[in-house]
């Protein structure tokens, strides 16, 4: 199973981090400014990824 990582950089903004289940990074988010913004974010990646379809827009 995934894991969102929910962490504090040096610069003072909160990222989230989608890991595999071999703790390989899929994803990292942009800066938010509040933990309880990027506790948002993680929760509108819940739910939005769900059903999300694929959108190839490789040209091979």
């Keep these: 199973m995934?894991?969102?990582v929910?962490?504090?950089q040096t610069d003072g903004q909160f990222?989230?981090?989608l890991n595999a289940a071999?703790?390989?990074t899929l994803?990292?988010?942009e800066g938010y400014t509040t933990k309880?913004?990027?506790i948002n974010g993680i929760e509108s990646c819940?739910?939005?990824a769900q059903d999300a379809e694929i959108d190839?827009?490789?040209t091979d």
């Design 2 to 4: 995934g894991t969102f």
């Design 6 to 8: 929910l962490a504090k």
């Design 15 to 17: 990222y989230l981090k």
């Design 22 to 24: 071999n703790g390989e």
């Design 27 to 29: 994803c990292v988010s």
């Design 36 to 38: 309880q913004n990027a």
């Design 46 to 48: 819940q739910r939005n």
């Design 56 to 58: 190839d827009q490789t």
